[in-house]
């Protein structure tokens, strides 16, 4: 079983920047790809971005790519999720997975075995 514990989200004007993270335990965590996913109010939950299990691979949704950066610390089991250049339509709930592979692998959320409570993110224009 892993928990993960997202922070970070918060109220933020329109180009503005926030940084996610996402605290892991139980297992371990270099074990896991890890992504990053959002959910707006009526739309599906899409993935945002995804990392490897070592952070030498990366994926990024087409409509975050340039303004988002994933990142990891298998020290301290932690990923984050930089986002910068911030628009209206980044605003979502965001929730933090974890994949029982190394590799990225699926983009779908089927594809992740662990989720976070998620965290609110509202951009404001």
């Known amino acids: 079983q892993v928990q993960l514990i997202e922070s970070g989200g918060g109220l933020v004007q329109a180009g503005g920047s926030l940084r996610l993270s996402c605290a892991a335990s139980?297992?371990?965590?270099?074990?896991?790809?890890m992504g990053w996913f959002r959910q707006a109010p009526g739309k599906e939950r899409e993935l945002v971005a995804a990392?490897?299990?070592?952070?030498?691979?990366?994926y990024y949704a087409d409509a975050v790519k340039g303004r988002f950066t994933i990142s990891r610390d298998n020290a301290k089991n932690t990923v984050y999720l930089q986002m910068n250049s911030l628009k209206s339509e980044d605003t979502a709930v965001y929730y933090c997975?974890?994949?029982?592979?190394?590799?990225?692998?699926?983009?779908?959320?089927?594809?992740?075995?662990?989720w976070g409570q998620g965290t609110q993110v509202t951009v404001s224009s």
């Open positions: 997975a974890a994949a029982a592979r190394r590799t990225i692998g699926t983009m779908a959320v089927g594809g992740y075995d662990y």
């Open positions: 139980g297992r371990t965590f270099s074990n896991y790809a």
């Open positions: 990392i490897n299990w070592s952070g030498g691979m990366t």
